[in-house]
């Protein structure tokens, strides 16, 4: 499936607000985006705002949002803090959903000892490892690991990440899976209660969402978008996570070309197409 059918109704564009991830999805893995900056500059015209929301930490998307010139509120570390400014006084604000990151990496410890594997943190590894793994340079590094609200971990063999369901609820915890590393959160903190927190922070519950992810810690925002869009890697979209979408009967748009690409075509044509 190349592309499908919406079921979106929407009045304006008023009424749309974009929530994308970033890894792998707005950006290819060595951190391009190039290929969408005509479309955010496009949908900048059209008022349309575009939040972002990722498992990257505050201090990584305040340079991003920079570069691309936006300005609208993010959403970090998979959904455990939101964060914005208000536009007539800049004054910062931030909304608080996840659990803090000593009282997280304590419960990782715990899970080593309970499945018998040790889980290693992100944070837990040297600079030389972090750099090999993310292809992140130095202060790169240094902001990824500015965490507050989740714990980022290597992803263990499959067999020990089927085992770690069956402790979410004794800790109350969720864990979601990306591409290159698993992400313990509470159990209050995903992207798609965020962007809920988010909609009735801002008195925009009437809002519809388009939501573009690409991996498997990207599915509670992609079940709770008015449109959900795919964006597949070089080699094609993450399985676990369409699979995850088919068992879960949630309708997508796959998009036609990788990362921001496939972004910026997917945006364009559903809007141009249905709402233009």
């Given at each position: 499936m190349a592309y499908a059918s919406t079921t979106m109704i929407i009045k304006t564009t008023r009424d749309i607000i974009i929530v994308s991830d970033i890894d792998g999805t707005l950006m290819d893995h060595e951190y391009d985006l190039s290929p969408a900056i005509g479309t955010i500059k496009w949908l900048q015209?059209?008022?349309?705002?575009?939040?972002?929301?990722?498992?990257?930490?505050?201090?990584?998307?305040?340079?991003?949002?920079?570069?691309?010139?936006?300005?609208?509120?993010?959403?970090?570390?998979?959904g455990g803090a939101?964060?914005?400014?208000?536009?007539?006084?800049?004054?910062?604000?931030?909304?608080?959903?996840?659990?803090?990151?000593?009282?997280l990496r304590d419960v990782l410890d715990r899970l080593s000892n309970d499945i018998k594997f040790q889980l290693t943190a992100l944070n837990d590894l040297g600079y030389k490892d972090i750099k090999k793994l993310t292809g992140l340079n130095d202060s790169q590094v240094t902001l990824a690991l500015d965490r507050?609200?989740?714990?980022?971990?290597?992803?263990?063999?499959?067999?020990?990440?089927?085992?770690?369901?069956?402790?979410?609820?004794?800790?109350?915890?969720?864990?979601?899976?990306?591409?290159?590393?698993?992400?313990?959160?509470?159990?209050?903190?995903?992207?798609?209660?965020?962007?809920?927190?988010?909609?009735?922070?801002?008195?925009?519950s009437g809002s519809s969402i388009i939501a573009l992810g690409d991996s498997p810690n990207d599915l509670p925002l992609l079940e709770i978008a008015d449109q959900a869009i795919v964006v597949p890697g070089v080699n094609g979209p993450n399985q676990s996570l369409i699979n995850d979408l088919m068992r879960n009967n949630i309708n997508y748009i796959l998009?036609?070309?990788?990362?921001?690409?496939?972004?910026?075509?997917?945006?364009?044509k559903l809007l141009e197409e249905y709402y233009l």
């Open positions: 015209q059209l008022g349309i705002p575009i939040v972002l929301c990722t498992s990257k930490t505050a201090a990584e998307v305040k340079v991003i949002r920079d570069f691309i010139n936006i300005n609208d509120p993010y959403i970090v570390e998979n939101i964060y914005g400014s208000n536009p007539k006084t800049n004054e910062e604000w931030e909304l608080i959903l996840g659990r803090c990151y000593r009282d507050h609200w989740s714990v980022p971990f290597l992803n263990p063999p499959e067999e020990y990440q089927l085992i770690l369901n069956n402790y979410l609820d004794l800790y109350d915890i969720n864990i979601y899976q990306g591409n290159r590393m698993s992400h313990l959160l509470g159990r209050n903190s995903h992207k798609g209660k965020a962007v809920s927190a988010l909609k009735k922070f801002l008195n925009k998009a036609p070309a990788p990362h921001a690409k496939g972004w910026s075509f997917s945006i364009r």
